[in-house]
């Protein structure tokens, strides 16, 4: 019923998917349960992928405005921060940072633009506008 | 490329994922080890508290050691002849090794990323480079892979599982690998490997002299909880909060899961050693203390459903961490005075 009502665990993986876990009852008794997860599980991780929509929802609005580039949207929805994304495509944190600018961002030469699109699995094309 | 070949390995399902496959290697080579057996002899428990490292907006807690830490001690400590590889910078060359001992019939452990595993569940799918899995098997491009946190064996394209072996950022798996070179035929004794193993443990959680790892960062952590919501505001605080638990409870059962296991290792210990009293003791106070644990974790997530409108008192959060912190030290200590 609870499954319902949340939508991180509306996909269809989730119904497969069970977890071993211990437990330990008083007496000096270790057990072994196959199982779902508790409630308490459910609500962090709903408040981890609640926060996760609004930070992407809100990059979304701002390239659409014309505040930010693409790559802003695409780190948001990649679960990325700036240094992270600079690990991952193998620019320097400094330029990162300076590609968030549309303007810096379109003019951007295809060989930066290929790194970005890698680190994110996306084609070039699909870099160049937010879906 | 037509080949196949599936190695006769067995896939079971485990609390975490590195002790878990290398207990399933060790089973596969003749050994019968536990899976807390493996977890405690090759010091899978740790904490670490690093406020000012941000992993998914929050500071970084890690309840485990570093990716494989588990395999490297517990076969050093039981004098078993294995090979890890660090570091392959070649993704090609990677795959080609991996083929080459699957065709000579070794099933071999990766580390990879999680982020972009096709098979995982899409809600865990976070950026978290220590998981670890078995490849045992090769169908023309799928592979054959034993996640010990799922609970089947799964199937994976060659792309995918380059991918997720070259997944960049913090602790970068770089094609990491490691297997067991033979078969283990003569018996081996597992009492010298326990007391090391033991003996590392309480050192790495009250022995090492800096304020962030072990218990002495459980209470830097329990401290600090205490001044977030003033600090940070409710909603930032409460996200935080989140990120503890979220370490605790879900990352392959987490660190309160561990410290059943390792209670389940202890006890274990305790009976291979002729029930020694001690040890079935600590057993027990590691049992009440990871039970303790779970209540934090309930009494947290009431703060996570709400989040603008704490229903626990940080405060009483915080001492409950505290009571955990002494609770732990006190097992630690025990463990330490033992004389085997």
């Not at chain 2, 994922?17 to 740790?46: D, H, Q, R, V, W």
């Not at chain 2, 990871?290 to 009483?316: D, H, I, L, Q, V």
């Amino acid at each position: 019923m609870e499954e319902n009502l949340n939508p991180v665990y509306k996909n269809k993986a989730y119904g497969q998917y069970r977890e071993l876990s211990y437990s330990y009852q008083d007496g000096g008794k270790f057990e072994k349960t196959v199982g779902f997860h508790g409630e308490a599980d459910r609500l962090i991780l709903q408040q981890a992928w609640d926060l996760f929509q609004e930070r992407i929802e809100d990059a979304r609005q701002r390239v659409l405005s014309g505040k930010a580039s693409p790559v802003v949207y695409y780190m948001e929805k990649n679960l990325l921060d700036p240094l992270n994304l600079s690990m991952m495509a193998g620019i320097s944190l400094w330029r990162v940072k300076w590609h968030f600018k549309p303007g810096v961002f379109n003019r951007l030469k295809n060989k930066t633009l290929l790194k970005y699109a890698e680190a994110f699995n996306i084609t070039i094309d699909q870099l160049r506008k937010v879906d | 490329m037509e080949t196949k070949t599936i190695i006769n390995y067995t896939h079971r399902q485990a609390g975490h994922c590195e002790s878990g496959a290398t207990s399933n290697l060790f089973k596969f080579n003749g050994l019968e080890i536990s899976e807390p057996m493996a977890f405690g002899i090759g010091n899978g428990l740790y904490f670490s508290y690093i406020p000012f490292l941000k992993i998914q907006f929050a500071p970084m807690i890690s309840f485990r050691n570093l990716p494989n830490t588990v395999f490297k001690r517990s076969t050093a400590y039981l004098g078993i002849d294995a090979t890890v590889v660090k570091k392959i910078k070649d993704p090609e060359d990677a795959m080609n090794l991996l083929d080459r001992n699957l065709e000579n019939g070794i099933p071999t452990g990766c580390q990879v990323g999680v982020f972009q595993l096709t098979f995982f569940p899409p809600e865990y799918r976070m950026h978290y480079n220590m998981h670890n899995l078995v490849v045992f098997g090769k169908d023309g491009n799928m592979y054959h892979v034993s996640d010990t946190v799922m609970e089947l064996p799964q199937l994976i394209t060659r792309e995918d599982l380059l991918r997720v072996r070259y997944a960049k950022g913090a602790f970068a798996p770089q094609g990491k690998m490691y297997w067991i070179n033979h078969a283990i035929s003569k018996p081996i004794d597992l009492k010298p490997a326990i007391i090391k193993g033991i003996k590392k443990t309480v050192n790495e959680m009250i022995g090492i002299p800096f304020p962030l790892i072990g218990v002495k960062g459980l209470r830097w952590m329990a401290r600090d909880l205490k001044k977030w919501p003033k600090k940070h505001g409710d909603n930032k605080a409460s996200f935080y909060l989140g990120q503890i638990l979220r370490m605790a409870e879900d990352f392959g059962t987490g660190g309160a899961g561990f410290r059943y296991i390792y209670g389940a290792f202890l006890k274990e210990a305790g009976e291979l050693f002729d029930n020694h009293q001690e040890l079935l003791e600590a057993s027990d106070m590691m049992g009440k203390t990871a039970n303790k644990w779970r209540e934090f974790t309930y009494m947290g997530a009431r703060n996570c459903k709400n989040r603008s409108k704490p229903e626990e008192n940080y405060g009483t959060l915080s001492e409950k961490l505290l009571e955990i912190a002494a609770g732990e030290e006190k097992v630690y200590q025990k463990l330490k005075k033992i004389k085997f």
